[in-house]
Nanobody, 118 residues
Framework: QLLLMESGGGLVQPGGSLRLSCAAS????????IAWFRQTPGKEREGVSG????????NYADSGKGRFTISRDGAKSTVYLQMTSVKSEDTAVYYC???????????WGKGTLVTVSS
């Protein structure tokens, strides 16, 4: 079974840091562009950050610029989202999304909950 799995969510205090991980089961992420999305109840899923197949290109939503860093470890076939200086508005379920750069095959993870609260 081909799965995309997020981990690393949890409760963090405002101003704190958290690192989310995205790993694949049953396939490697080498040929995939990866993005992080997040969603809160009653709102549409929104893009947070993305990274190209080789990691040379990254992009960030304005909400995370200067605070979030996306990276990928090819050896571990894992993509990370380092979140720093978190705010209460960062509270959301964070989803990992993978798209094959040639075949456009897509995968979504089931999400990991990040709660920013004191």
């Amino acid at each position: 079974q081909l799965l995309l799995m997020e981990s690393g969510g949890g409760l963090v205090q405002p101003g704190g840091s958290l690192r989310l991980s995205c790993a694949a089961s049953g396939f490697a992420l080498d040929d995939y562009a990866i993005a992080w999305f997040r969603q809160t109840p009653g709102k549409e899923r929104e893009g947070v950050s993305g990274i190209s197949m080789r990691g040379f290109n990254t992009n960030y939503a304005d909400s995370g610029k200067g605070r979030f860093t996306i990276s990928r470890d090819g050896a571990k076939s894992t993509v990370y989202l380092q979140m720093t200086s978190v705010k209460s508005e960062d509270t959301a379920v964070y989803y990992c999304y993978a798209r094959h750069v040639i075949y456009d095959t897509e995968y979504w993870g089931k999400g990991t909950l990040v709660t920013v609260s004191s």
